[in-house]
Structures are given as structure tokens and as C-alpha cells.
């Protein structure tokens, strides 16, 4: 079955230590994000990559790094500059219709991170 | 800053009434699009509805679009307690390549 899969599930980390989140998806879509999720709060965009080799921040990029070196993963580093890291992660996929905007996500399952 | 905001934040419903959200936005949008999301799962996309369409359905949804007052509805009818769920908004700008912009989110809780 296509999908998106995201790993670990749940994972706790020591203040100072960088994490990394696993997003590999097998749909064949262009263009990868990644959005974090507060309690009670909508999605804000972390990073995002049309095409291989290449991303773009978004909304609140400080603190995290991205890598893009295969169509179908798309990791995230936790790094220890985030100073707020404890957050439900989501990773999305698109095929990549920018001309007509119609882009329509698929969701992972989220990997939830807990800084002890 | 968000450009979607649902309203109301919260719904309680019973199996068989209707349930209606409602979305609104700041800039000049290209789409708008309406997610589903069970608690502590992933995003499910239901249905998008273009900048110059007024109204879509889609089996017990029906979606509607007011561009001049920038606002959309979400209307679940005769809803089931399968339909518990947080569902939020997303708008697509004119000025973006194609990134989302999701809104925080209406939690709805049909009980049986």
C-alpha cells in the first residue's frame, strides 16, 4: 500500500541532544513538509522540498534541519537550538502541482517528541 | 500567523444531527481545503474547493465557499460517533507556491 511513514512513533530526548525524525513515503509525490503540532493548535509549517536536492524554510524553521537527498525521504533533525522541541511532528507528501495550487496533502502518522 | 480560523473551537453533538464549522481567512486564496484529524494520528484530506466554486459535496459533506467574506463551512450531516475528530481548515494563498496554511482546528464529539 502508498503511504507515508514516519519513525520512531514517540520519542524522548535529553535538553542538548539533536534528534532526528524519519519520513519516507513511496507515492511517488514531488514535493515533501514538515509541520509541527501543538495542544490544541493548528499545523505550522517547519520546512518543505519541491524537488530533490532542493528545500525552503517555512514559518518556524529555527532550530530544525532537513535533508532531501532521495525523492522519497524527507528526515528531520531536532537540533538542540530549538528551545521548545516537545511537539507532535508530521510529515506530508504532494505530487507537486504549483501551477494550479491544487495541492492536496497526504499525511503520515506523526512522530511525537517528548524533551525530558 | 494563521490564515484559517475555525470556529466554533469545540462541537458536542448527538449521533444523527448535523454538525457545521465554519472557517475564516485573511488573504486572497487560490483553494481551500477541509482535514480531518483523530487524536494523535496524521491529517486526512476530505475535500478542496477551488476559489471560484461556491459549493461541493461529497457523501455526507458539504463544503461552502463565500469569497467576499472570505469564509468557508464545513457541514457534516447526520453524523455518527465514527465522525469524532478534530477538522481543520487549510487555504492555499494566490501568492505562495502551493503551501497550506492550516487553521487551528474545531474538535467535534458525537456521542451516541
Known amino acids: 500500500d502508498g503511504g507515508i511513514t514516519q519513525s520512531p512513533k514517540y520519542l524522548f530526548r535529553k535538553e542538548g541532544q539533536n534528534v532526528t525524525l524519519s519520513c519516507e513515503q513511496n507515492?511517488?509525490?514531488?514535493?515533501m513538509y514538515w509541520y509541527r503540532q501543538d495542544p490544541g493548535q493548528g499545523l505550522r509549517l517547519i520546512y518543505y522540498?519541491?524537488?530533490?536536492?532542493?528545500?525552503q524554510k517555512g514559518d518556524i524553521a529555527e532550530g530544525y534541519s532537513v535533508s532531501r537527498e532521495k525523492k522519497e525521504s524527507f528526515p528531520l533533525t531536532v537540533t538542540s537550538a530549538q528551545k521548545n522541541p516537545t511537539a507532535f511532528y508530521l510529515c506530508?507528501?504532494?505530487?507537486?502541482?504549483?501551477?494550479?495550487?491544487?495541492?492536496?496533502?497526504?499525511f503520515g502518522a506523526g512522530s511525537r517528541l517528548t524533551v525530558l | 500567523s494563521q490564515q484559517g480560523e475555525e470556529d466554533p473551537q469545540a462541537l458536542s453533538i448527538q449521533e444523527g444531527e448535523n454538525a457545521t464549522m465554519n472557517c475564516s481567512y485573511k488573504t486572497s486564496i487560490n483553494n481551500l481545503q477541509w482535514y480531518r484529524q483523530n487524536s494523535g494520528r496524521g491529517l486526512v484530506h476530505l475535500i478542496l474547493?477551488?476559489?471560484?466554486?461556491r459549493e461541493k459535496h461529497s457523501g455526507r459533506l458539504r463544503v461552502t465557499l463565500d469569497t467576499s467574506k472570505k469564509s468557508s463551512s464545513l457541514l457534516i450531516t447526520a453524523s455518527r460517533a465514527a465522525d469524532t475528530a478534530s477538522y481543520f481548515c487549510a487555504t492555499v494563498t494566490t501568492d505562495s507556491w502551493g503551501k497550506l496554511q492550516f487553521g487551528a482546528g474545531t474538535q467535534v464529539v458525537v456521542t451516541p
Open positions: 522540498s519541491q524537488i530533490v536536492n532542493d528545500f
Open positions: 474547493i477551488r476559489s471560484n466554486e
Open positions: 506530508a507528501s504532494s505530487i507537486d502541482r504549483a501551477a494550479s495550487g491544487a495541492n492536496v496533502l497526504t
Open positions: 507515492l511517488n509525490h514531488d514535493a
